[in-house]
């Protein structure tokens, strides 16, 4: 079974508008770690967002925060007023176990297309 | 530039033939992983390093592969008698993990392509 689950490919989005990309968790850990990571067509991977599994609070980072529904394992994704510089792939990742373990384990992704 | 550096930043070599990688973290980052991205695909976990030592290795890793970490700062990852299924994008990530850091700051990648 996969661990990461996004269901949506590809997602359209119009320029200023809230977007939210979904991701689903599978896991049978009570400790475990949630990122968002954005790879533009450069390459590089980029830390958008961490929720940790005994956070009280979501996550939020400037534009970004992340939905936790620990009872659904399900970790969405949101940006508030989305801009063209948006447009990328998403990733959802998970870190199962205690925080030395370390491994993260990534979905296949969500290409966001802002449109001006 | 103080980020993640990979270098070369893209390969392209015949089947059969040896490839090494460099990655040089982020100083003083005692952790160093290394991942393969394929084509749609989000990144797969190879292995990680603490400090020189090797802590973890995926069976993603084949007896073909072998990553190092000499002196605890700079990695080396070499592929020996390449595959088709060897091109990829290869990525390298540092963290300050003693620190309570959750984020891994990941290079540009080293794209490969065996022919």
């Known amino acids: 079974a996969q661990k990461i689950t996004q269901t949506q490919p590809g997602m359209f989005v119009q320029e200023k508008e809230a977007v939210t990309l979904d991701c689903t968790y599978d896991?049978?850990?009570?400790?475990?770690?949630l990122f968002w990571y954005k790879q533009p067509s450069s390459g590089e991977m980029i830390f958008l967002i961490y929720?940790?599994?005994?956070?009280?609070q979501n996550a939020t980072e400037g534009r970004y925060s992340l939905n936790f529904q620990k009872a659904r394992k399900s970790a969405n994704l949101v940006i508030s007023a989305s801009q063209l510089g948006d447009s990328a792939m998403y990733f959802c990742?998970?870190?199962?176990?205690?925080?030395?373990?370390?491994?993260?384990?990534f979905g296949k992704g969500t290409r966001l297309h802002i449109l001006p | 530039d103080t980020g993640v550096s990979q270098d070369p930043r893209h390969k392209i070599t015949k089947r059969g033939q040896n490839v090494t990688f460099r990655c040089d973290p982020i100083?003083?980052?005692?952790?160093l992983y290394w991942y393969r991205q394929t084509l749609g695909q989000g990144p797969e976990f190879l292995t990680y390093?603490?400090?020189?030592?090797?802590?973890?290795k995926s069976r993603l890793l084949s007896d073909r592969f072998s990553a190092e970490r000499p002196k605890g700062s700079f990695s080396t990852l070499e592929i020996q008698r390449t595959e088709q299924g060897d091109s990829a994008m290869y990525l390298c990530?540092?963290?300050?993990?003693?620190?309570?850091?959750?984020?891994?700051?990941f290079g540009p990648g080293t794209r490969l392509t065996v022919l």
């Open positions: 990530a540092s963290s300050r993990w003693d620190l309570g850091d959750n984020e891994q700051f």
């Open positions: 896991t049978s850990d009570p400790s475990y770690g």
């Open positions: 990742a998970m870190r199962e176990g205690e925080r030395r373990d370390d491994k993260i384990i």
């Open positions: 100083s003083e980052h005692n952790r």
């Open positions: 390093f603490q400090n020189e030592a090797q802590l973890e």
């Open positions: 929720q940790g599994s005994y956070d009280q």
